[in-house]
């Protein structure tokens, strides 16, 4: 679905199996012979709000925020976490005389599950592309965001939701409840680039649940994170972006984070918390477990079938 900054849209899904929503811009610049720098579209306004509509049952809200935080805690193990941080995007004609560059960005908003839509099922993907997102250099006029479901192959053990939490500028502490059903916890920053211990926002992290309780400081963070790249230069890359729990489908309950901060290093708007939560039950475990089965016994008759 194609939209036009300063419009809202919907886009409405059923039967089918989605892990996520795909983002592209697609940006005309506004002089000719003009090579774009910098960013194209703050993503601090794009709204984005997934809300997922079963019979009988209250509608779920899987995401309702702008759409940076999600993107870069979406994006950290690629390369897209780098479209944000640096910038980045793909060139689709470039300058030259007569011409207006054109250029795409490429973003992906993970649930961190799969959610199965079936009979009156119903998901809505709603984004709202505020009026002076993009920069002064994009013409409007020439320039759109379209999105696009991912589609997914699996099972919905439970069912998603993502939230994000702003910490207040100046904070020294910050103490978050952040409940039952955790699968992954990531500190996302706007504002700061390197790795420099003078700019962190982080002292130290404490994440305590039933089943784990971990306690790392800054340079704990920064090894921690360096293990999952090929390379430091490509785990620096993250900025101050750390993930600070990765369930990888296991989950945590009565998780609570306690951050120890900089004040001087923490601004209003810049640095959030993002959860991920998979919220499982008898009747969606009882459901995955049926198409798993019934997959299964598929696959059994096309063999005996050759």
Known sequence: MIISEAETR?????????????????????????AFSGEQVDLSKVNCKVTLRREGKPQHIIYSDQVKPWVLSSGYYNGQIENVVDSSFTVLKAAAS???????????????????????????????FISGASASTVSNSESFMEFDPIEAIGYEIGTPEISTHSIAASQSREQ??????VTG?????????????????????????DRLNLHDNYYELLAKRSEKFQSDAVADKRDMNF??????????????????????????????????????????????SAMSDKHESEDIAKVAER
Not at 19 to 24: D, E, F, H, I, Q
Not at 176 to 181: C, K, V
Not at 188 to 208: C, F, R
Not at 247 to 264: K, Q
């Open 176 to 181: 978050i409840e952040l409940g039952n059903d």
């Open 243 to 288: 993930y600070l729990y990765e369930g990888l489908g296991e989950e945590i309950d009565t998780a609570r984070l306690d951050l120890n901060m900089v004040s001087g290093n923490v601004n209003a708007g810049k640095c959030f918390i993002v959860c991920y939560r998979l919220h499982v039950t008898p009747e969606t475990l009882s459901k995955a």
């Open 10 to 34: 919907t886009l409405t899904l059923k039967n089918s199996s989605v892990s996520g929503v795909s983002m592209k811009f697609f940006s005309r610049h506004t002089t000719a012979n003009t």
């Open 98 to 128: 007569g011409v207006d560059e054109e250029i795409i960005n490429y973003f992906t908003l993970n649930f961190g599950g799969v959610v199965n839509l079936k009979g009156e099922d119903s998901l809505n993907v709603e984004f709202h």
């Open 185 to 209: 916890v990531c500190f996302v920053n706007y504002d700061k680039t390197g790795n420099l211990e003078a700019s962190s926002p982080i002292t130290s992290v404490t994440l305590s649940s």
